[in-house]
């Protein structure tokens, strides 16, 4: 029988792997699911030791990536009003939206608290 393994970071447990069976039913060792230096720093979890997982706050470097992420959906979704034979009127409306979409990232809370633009109607 495979055995349970945990991914353990400062300390705590970030992350449980539980034996795994593949469709017939066998099962399939954590060595042949993961890259050997994936599995090398894992520990064992004895069985039946009750694990408490440990959900780790996204550093700085993420969040900023999720927003940029966001924010690029953002624009590609207004991209319409980019090089395309549309009224002056309606460039006009959008073109602060994309603007302010774009700068974002100046925000004085970025990345952890945006003030998205409203789009316009």
Known sequence: ???????????????????FSNEEGVDVPITERFHADFVAALIEVPEGT?????????TAAEKAATVRIARDLKLAASDWTEGRSISEEVFEKWKPYRQALRDITDQPGFPDAIDWPAAPV
Do not use: Q
């Not at 029988?1 to 034996?19: C, H, L, Q």
């Open 1 to 19: 029988m495979s055995k349970t393994y945990a991914r353990v970071i400062d300390g705590n447990v970030v992350e449980v792997f539980p034996p």
């Open 50 to 58: 009750v694990v408490n997982l440990v959900a780790l706050e996204p």
